[in-house]
């Protein structure tokens, strides 16, 4: 029975990760006309936007992102008062990218834009909200909403009535609450779906004058045919964060507190009872248990903080900084500096209640005091994970991470206890455990470098610039490596006689990882840690130069010169506040074989999808019922990138021959070198058999 609770939950979280299409939708809009009877009125703008998202604030510098702008365009009858004022105020944080404060708003904000009607009968307001949102890895390009309102959305009292207002005739009255209502709510979403229709000929020839319409033409389908997992790809997130929980128990399991634990409890299950088939479901009890113990201290965690508090949290520079001092602080006491243990009173009050108690609520009590006595060991992994699960910004992602953890951490309890005689090949207890704890002090110390990168880059202070962050995770991973050599020893380290084969092996990875970082010094890529290292940006002596640039910044040149040589076309949907399109040109592109490729046998066409360059006139275009314009190159690249290939984020690219079909499946975010030569070359081969 425990077990089919446990598989029903585990199918519970399976079924209850939303899929998401490559097509992101991450803010709502909510655009009404604020509820009273005066003259002095007010439009409310709300955004709600999902967790790890963040919405710009107004008027930011230039050369920054777009900033959150409105825009009215037609004012009859009315007068504005001051500027749209929002009702919190925005989060400050200095981007490394734009060399500069940036402000900007999570979750919720509305703004008030306060107006006077003079003139009820002729009432009419009509104008667009434009905004950019972004998260830690990518952003999205910029958005119109519009809005409208007119007499029909207002009601005054004939004593608020303006001295000057006209009549029209005896019907044009103040329009009253029972007959129109007060308020008028425009619900809109930022939202595309990835089936899109095709333009008619009218709308192509605008956007693309005389070329050919067949450019404009949607291929997504086209795309999926090649087995595309960009424009049609789920979140796999949680995925991410499962693995991650999964290897995080495995490395808990040879730690100290772990480790000795292990033949310990099997034995006393096995003793427990003469009755070995009663034994071992006990011991299977035992290990579903720290899974139902660990998943519900992930479920609690997104409970009580949320999953918007929750990324909130891992990208927030204090938090960083703090958890960066608290990894320090483990690393400390793994080296033996001191032993950092939960009071003896829990531990002895959980051992108390598994005597005292029967059946399977005794074998809980006993799992619960495994989780107390491993806390020690198991407290700075869990707490990564988490970390990270919460910049994911998956809801439930804390309780699949701990449901991964807690899986690795129950297997070996229940796969002894069916196969007994393992124990007896299992290796004891000794200074190698010891010799882990260590290892791990090491590596915490370079992961607490990690955190407070991000403080230093947030708070712009450049005290962890690339080249401060390389080297001293040099000098950490070489320390490593000579620990493993038995070179270093600590107070608690047990007298090596001789250095083991997987020691030495892991000595060498280590110290080769740690001369392997040194180029870096001098602006090496080093692609293998981009993920972890600070910015190329950050590096203040830098002598790599090896950069590739586009052909062309407009689609039908690009195209049309393709077509004139006969070569393939990549475009490259970018932007300039797009923080992973700068990872993957300085990571993938600076490769010799693929700057080779996309240099010699490619027509490299760069779109920006936030370039505010406007367009000779403005371009209205139907897109799902709606009405859009198109004032700006970027929304003209925006758009093409929705309606033809089903996408808006970026990086984004994609292979087409010169009649603009695609060569191969597209290619998002993804810094491995040899899936993006594959991915070059599979459209070259395309290419030739046509």
Known sequence: MIMKKIYSTFLFIILSVVVQAQILTPTKWNIQLGKNGKPEKEILFSAELEPGWHLYDMDLPAGGPVSTSFSFEKIIGAELIGKPEPSVAPAVVYDEQFAMDLKWYANNVTFRQKFKITDPVKFRIQGEVEFMVCNDETCLPPERIEF?????????????????????????????????????????????????????????????????????????????????????????????????????????????????????????????????????????????????????????ITGIFGASALNDLSTNAIFNILFCLLLVVFAISFFGAFEMVLPASWTSKMDSKADSTTGILSIFFMSFTLVLVSFSCTGPIIGTLLVQAASMGTAIGPAV???????????????FAIFPNMLQNMPKSGGWLNSVKVVLGFLELAL??????????????????????????????????????????????????????????????????????????WGAPLKSISAFAPPLFTQDFNLYKNEVHAHYDNYETGMAHAKLINKPVMIDFSGYGCVNCRKMEAAVWTDPKVKQIIENDYVLI?????????????????????????????????????????????????????????????YAYDEDVNKYIKFLQSGLTNFKKR
Request: contains cysteine; hydrophobic residues 50%.
């Open 148 to 300: 409208s309102f007119d007499k029909k959305n207002i009601s005054l009292t004939a004593a608020d009535m303006p001295a000057n207002a006209e009549s029209e005739n005896q019907d044009s009255r103040p329009v009253s609450e029972t007959e129109e209502g007060t308020m008028l709510s425009e619900t809109r979403e930022t939202e595309v779906v990835p089936t899109i229709p095709l333009m008619n000929t009218e709308e192509m020839n605008k956007l693309q004058g005389t070329v050919d319409n067949a450019l404009w033409i949607p291929v997504i389908d086209e795309l999926k045919a090649y087995g595309d997992v960009v424009v049609s790809a789920p979140d796999t997130s949680w995925l991410f964060i499962f693995f991650a929980g999964f290897l995080g128990g495995l490395i808990a399991l040879l730690t100290p507190c772990v480790w000795p634990m292990i033949p310990m409890t099997v034995s006393f299950f096995l003793k427990r009872t003469k009755d070995r088939k009663k034994a071992i479901r006990d011991a299977l009890t035992y290990g579903a248990s720290i899974i139902v113990i660990y998943l519900v201290m992930g479920l609690l």
């Open 401 to 415: 991470g701990m449901f991964g953890f807690a899986l690795a951490l129950s297997i070996p309890f229940s796969l």
């Open 448 to 521: 607490a470098l990690k955190f407070l990168s991000v403080a230093d880059l947030a708070y712009g202070w450049r005290l962890l610039d690339r080249e401060v962050f390389l080297v001293l995770w040099i000098v950490i991973f070489a320390l490593l490596g000579l620990y493993l050599l038995g070179k270093i020893r600590f107070s608690h380290d047990s007298e090596m006689k001789y250095v083991s084969v997987p020691r030495l092996f892991m000595a060498i990875i280590s110290l080769a990882f740690a001369v392997y970082m040194i180029p870096g010094l």
């Open 606 to 666: 760069t779109l920006m999808v936030d370039d505010k360059t406007k367009l000779p006139e403005v371009i209205e275009i139907e897109e799902y019922g709606k009405k859009r314009k198109l004032k700006t190159v970027g929304d003209k690249w925006s758009y093409l990138q929705r309606s033809k290939f089903g996408a808006n984020a970026q990086p984004f690219y994609v292979l087409l021959d010169t009649k603009g079909k695609p060569l191969a499946p597209s």
